[in-house]
């Protein structure tokens, strides 16, 4: 079975900062992870993935994620963050052979003018 | 756009009262599934379905049942709603065969149980 654990639950950021989510998870089978965005009142909307290949993967909006097997963990980084990207971002896994995806708790990213 | 649609968008309904959310796509996708969202839980699994009525149960399936009779439709029952059921209810579909769990989310359906 697989699991999420997303390091912080709130992450406060002055604009044009960097910062970094971070997530790690734990799983007897290869993995495919995922980060997902959420804006208030709105669905998820998948933000980048790791399916395979290159552990540094880029996704939309300048963010970007690094898949390290060794630490179990799926960060996910931005330079230069805007106010804009204040949301909820989700860490989700799923094995290899897909079907079913488990997520984290989420970490609510708050950027501050 | 996946094509997903979940009705009834928001619903305030009365402890033990059933209550059934409808996820309708128009992409013919095999995998479909129903999570719930909690403050601090994230999403989790209640109940996934790989063909025509063929289903299984998620993380939190207790007090929740699924059918689909048609590929585009995925209903979720609640056959006697409780309190601890009021969330937020997303459907999401798998993308593809279903195969890497990349998933497309419908808009929610919030779901209040007084």
Same mark, same amino acid.
């Given at each position: 079975?697989?699991?999420?654990? =997303? ?12 910062? /970094?989510?971070?997530?790690n998870? #734990?799983?007897?089978?290869?993995? !495919?992870?995922?980060?997902?965005? =959420? *804006?208030?009142? =709105?669905?998820?909307?998948?933000? &980048?993935?790791?399916? #395979? ?12 994620? /690094?898949?390290?097997? @060794?630490q179990? @963990?799926?960060? %996910? +980084?931005?330079?230069s ?5 204040? $949301?909820? !971002? ?5 094995g ?8 984290? $708790? ?8 | 756009? $996946?094509?997903?649609? =979940? ?13 059934? &959310?409808?996820?309708?796509?128009? /992409?013919?996708?095999? *995998?479909?599934?129903?999570? +719930? ?12 379905? !790989? ?12 007090? *929740? ?18 309190? #601890? ?17 990349e %998933?497309?989310?419908? /808009?929610?359906? +919030? %779901?209040?149980?007084?």
């Open positions: 079975a697989q699991s999420v654990t =997303q390091l912080d639950s709130q992450v406060p950021v002055f604009e044009e900062a960097p910062v /970094e989510l971070r997530c998870y #734990s799983s007897s089978v290869s993995v !495919y992870l995922f980060w997902y965005v =959420q *804006y208030p009142n =709105q669905g998820l909307q998948l933000l &980048l993935k790791y399916l #395979s290949g290159s552990t540094l993967v880029k996704g939309i909006n300048g963010f970007e994620a /690094e898949f390290n097997k @060794s179990t @963990s799926f960060h %996910l +980084r931005k330079p963050v805007h106010i804009s990207d204040t $949301a909820e !971002y989700f860490c989700a896994v799923s290899t052979g897909g079907f079913k995806t488990i997520f984290g $708790a989420g970490t609510r990213l708050f950027v501050k003018a | 756009d $996946a094509g997903i649609t =979940q009705s009834p968008r928001h619903k305030v309904t009365e402890t033990g009262t059933p209550v059934t &959310l409808r996820c309708h796509q128009t /992409e013919n996708h095999r *995998y479909m599934y129903w999570y +719930r969202q909690d403050p601090g839980h994230g999403l989790r699994l209640i109940h996934y379905s !790989y063909g025509v009525k063929d289903t299984d149960k998620g993380e939190v399936s207790d007090g *929740y049942s699924v059918s689909r009779s048609k590929t585009e439709d995925f209903l979720l029952t609640l056959e006697s709603a409780t309190s #601890s059921q009021t969330s937020v209810y997303f459907c999401a579909i798998g993308k593809g065969d279903g195969g890497t769990g %998933l497309f989310f419908g /808009e929610g359906s +919030r %779901l209040t149980v007084l």
